[in-house]
């Protein structure tokens, strides 16, 4: 099934062609129509699925039509972790580049201006805030931010933020929400932890099972044993290749790992929604020794920029 088969709005669509993204993959497909329709639900999809895309795209349509008149939180994302922040945030800025839609994203870690950006971010009324569970609870206790009027919640990585014990969080970020809005919750398995927490704040929730027993057939992984002056003119070689056609969540991610070393200095790349690259290396040296280059297709691209509230 193609986006344009979609009542998306004509903005989101335009995004969507400037990226080259097209066909929907099977849980875009089958999430989309349904989170168009108002309705809660719990999806099951792992990573490079395209699930970031399956609910972003009917959120910013949904934000586009109704506007932002009062300047209010009127959306809010929660993840685990920054880097999945960072990555949600720069696929807003590509399907929402033709529409005049403003993302906040809420993670700790930086300097005291970072905070005030937040801050900032959340008081003008941010369309999207997308943070983790800590670092919005500090803001809610410290910043006098205001979420009575959040009418779409996200919960993405269900399981993963649960594992890391951020449940009572969960709970007590939504307490300062209205019981009025929709609800959707991504999650990579569904074990009874995440139904239980779906029967307490989903309503008569929509399911999606894409794939749960077995790995993402988009992911294309393959090993390269190197020298260490080796790794980066591999990893020139293999972005040089052209790519023939994408879908809404596929990008590259490698991985360069010491043998022996765990999961110790690496180096990733990327190639970004709008085909350019980056290069971003760990901490430290590689210790020499055999190497194991992993690439991953079909992953979220990881970046961050932000676009300002609305003032």
């Known amino acids: 099934m193609r986006f344009d088969e979609l009542d998306l709005e004509d903005e989101i669509l335009d995004g969507l062609e400037d990226m080259n993204f097209h066909e929907m993959t099977p849980v875009q497909e089958h999430t989309i129509p349904v989170i168009l329709e108002g309705r809660d639900i719990i999806g099951c999809a792992q990573t490079g699925t395209g699930k970031t895309a ?135 398995t569904l074990p009874p932890k995440i139904r239980e927490l779906a029967k307490t704040i989903l309503r008569n929730p929509a399911e999606v099972n894409i794939a749960i027993s077995k790995p993402n057939e988009a992911i294309d992984q393959s090993a390269y044993v190197c020298y260490e002056n080796q790794k980066l003119d591999i990893i020139r070689e293999m972005f040089a ?30 190639e970004t929604q709008r085909g350019g690259h980056a290069l971003r290396s760990g901490a430290g040296p590689a210790r020499g020794g055999d190497a194991r280059l992993q690439e991953q297709q079909g992953l979220d691209p990881r970046g961050h920029r932000h676009r300002g509230a609305r003032h």
Request: net charge negative; charged share 20%.
């Open 54 to 188: 399956a609910y972003t795209l009917p959120l910013l349509n949904r934000l586009l039509i109704e506007g932002n008149p009062d300047n209010v939180v009127k959306s809010l994302i929660i993840v685990p972790t920054r880097e999945l922040a960072q990555q949600i945030d720069q696929q807003f800025q590509g399907f929402s580049y033709y529409a005049p839609l403003s993302t906040t994203v809420v993670y700790g870690g930086g300097d005291g201006k970072g905070w005030d950006i937040q801050k900032n971010g959340m008081l003008n009324g941010a369309d999207v805030v997308i943070a983790t569970p800590g670092r919005m609870i500090a803001h809610l206790q410290n910043s006098g931010v205001d979420l009575s009027h959040v009418e779409y919640l996200i919960l993405d990585e269900a399981d993963r933020m649960l594992d890391m014990g951020f449940s009572d969080d969960i709970m007590k970020i939504i307490s300062y929400m209205p019981a009025e809005r929709q609800t959707i919750m991504f999650s990579a």
């Open 241 to 270: 290749e052209p790519t023939e056609s994408r879908t809404a969540e596929d990008d590259h991610l490698l991985v360069v790992e010491d043998e022996g070393q765990g999961a110790g200095p690496y180096a990733q790349t990327h």
